[in-house]
């Protein structure tokens, strides 16, 4: 939520339970001024032991236990520099490995019209390794990488490349870069796997106007 709170909807009940709060708990939480101390969760997933992974965009990647509700923090920061915009985040199932996207070196999320307008090629794939706590970079340069998702077959990355209107693919194999669909019909927001377990899921953040260049 926008005040940093994580909130669970039961089924059956149309109102939300808060669970926890990744931030500090402030009267001006929920403004962008107090993002940066409140916190502001957008990528959520379930990893395979059945925690909440958490992409907190302001404050780092953490960990939930929705048994207990504790919180645990895991990383904000690579190769010596904070990440501001972090994203979103997806599982290797084979070894619990989780890559991240980290939108923007130069701007937070309370200017992300200007980051996705840009288009600076200063976002990174970070890699954080759950059994050494370790963070690397994977993949740099890249203009504004968001929605993130494994392969079906775990060979390889894909994340949405908003500004671009186009998702990447990264083979862990060869460790090449290529084009996995182009000129959408508009900007990748999120992206997940279908139940069908063969097609993939964007979400459009907004339509491009016709034709696409």
């Known amino acids: 939520m926008a005040d940093g709170w994580i909130a669970r909807l039961r089924r ?7 669970v926890i709060q990744t931030g ?3 009267p001006c939480c929920g403004t962008e001024a107090c993002e940066h101390r409140c916190g502001r969760p957008l990528g959520l997933r379930f990893d395979r032991e059945g925690a909440l992974l958490v992409t907190d965009t302001a ?9 207990t509700n504790e919180l645990t923090f895991l990383m904000h920061s690579a190769a010596g ?9 997806t599982e290797r199932q084979e070894d ?18 200007f980051v996705a307008l840009a288009a600076n090629p200063d976002g990174r794939i970070l890699q954080y390794n759950p059994q050494t706590n370790e963070t690397t970079i994977l993949i740099d340069h890249r203009p504004f990488p968001n929605g993130i998702q494994m392969s079906f077959d775990g060979k390889s990355l894909l994340w949405c490349e908003t500004p671009r209107a186009r998702i990447m693919q990264y083979n862990f194999e060869t460790q090449q870069i290529s084009v996995f669909a182009d000129n959408l ?11 069908r377990g063969d097609t993939y899921l964007v979400g459009l953040a ?7 260049s």
Request: glycine share 6%; net charge negative; charged share 25%.
């Open 24 to 26: 500090e708990d402030l």
């Open 185 to 195: 019909p508009g900007l990748p927001d999120n992206l997940r796997p279908s139940q």
């Open 96 to 113: 619990g490995m989780l890559f991240v996207t980290d939108s923007s070196a130069s701007l937070p999320r309370t200017q992300v019209m």
């Open 206 to 212: 907004s339509k491009r106007a016709a034709p696409f």
């Open 12 to 18: 059956g009940s149309a109102e939300p339970e808060r």
């Open 59 to 67: 404050l780092g990647l953490f960990k939930l236990n929705v048994e």
């Open 81 to 89: 520099r904070r990440s501001l915009l972090l994203d979103d985040v």
